[in-house]
């Protein structure tokens, strides 16, 4: 592994039994050189904000979808000072030897949830995370 690539998570045998998965002893989800590089350029001020979303979905995705093309799609509803979004990371195999680097990573909008509320422990949460993003 290069000095410049950055672990992410694991995908646990739960989760691969859960799946009905045998992908391997050891498969993690990797952050390599390049995506590493997209999301600083994205978002110069906040990629370790997105790095840190990045390794709590792979932790606890709150949706996981395997591709056609052996893609792993992980989805994971994040709290907003207004709202709730979702944000979603695809992790693809490259590199020899094989193994999965993430490929794109997108919030995809917030949504405002109308005639919900938060619970209480949710709100100070979501108010934490807005003062932190100032």
Same mark, same amino acid.
């Given at each position: 592994?290069? #000095?410049?690539? =950055?672990? +992410?998570?694991? +995908?646990?045998?739960?989760?691969?039994?859960?799946?009905? =998965?045998? =992908?391997?002893? /050891? +498969?993690?989800?990797?952050? /390599?050189?390049?995506?590493?590089?997209?999301?600083?350029?994205?978002?110069?001020?906040?990629?370790?904000?997105? !790095?840190? @979303?990045?390794?709590?979905?792979? %932790? %606890?995705? /709150?949706?996981?979808?395997?591709?056609? #093309?052996?893609?792993?799609? =992980?989805?994971?509803?994040?709290?907003?000072? /207004?709202? +709730?979004?979702?944000? #979603?990371?695809?992790?693809?195999?490259?590199?020899?030897?094989? @193994?999965?680097?993430?490929?794109?990573?997108?919030?995809?909008?917030? !949504? #405002?949830?109308?005639?919900?509320?938060?619970?209480?422990?949710?709100? %100070?949460?979501?108010?934490?995370?807005?003062? %932190?993003?100032?």
């Amino acid at each position: 592994m290069e #000095k410049t690539d =950055l672990r +992410v998570g694991r +995908v646990s045998r739960a989760l691969e039994d859960e799946l009905g =998965l045998s =992908l391997c002893i /050891d +498969v993690g989800l990797y952050i /390599d050189e390049m995506g590493l590089s997209r999301l600083c350029l994205d978002n110069p001020s906040g990629y370790l904000a997105s !790095v840190e @979303r990045i390794k709590q979905m792979a %932790r %606890r995705p /709150d949706f996981i979808s395997l591709g056609l #093309k052996q893609e792993i799609n =992980l989805a994971k509803i994040c709290l907003f000072e /207004d709202g +709730v979004g979702i944000a #979603k990371a695809t992790f693809a195999l490259k590199g020899r030897p094989k @193994r999965y680097c993430l490929s794109e990573y997108s919030l995809l909008g917030r !949504v #405002k949830a109308i005639g919900f509320r938060p619970f209480p422990c949710q709100r %100070r949460r979501a108010a934490h995370l807005a003062a %932190r993003r100032r």
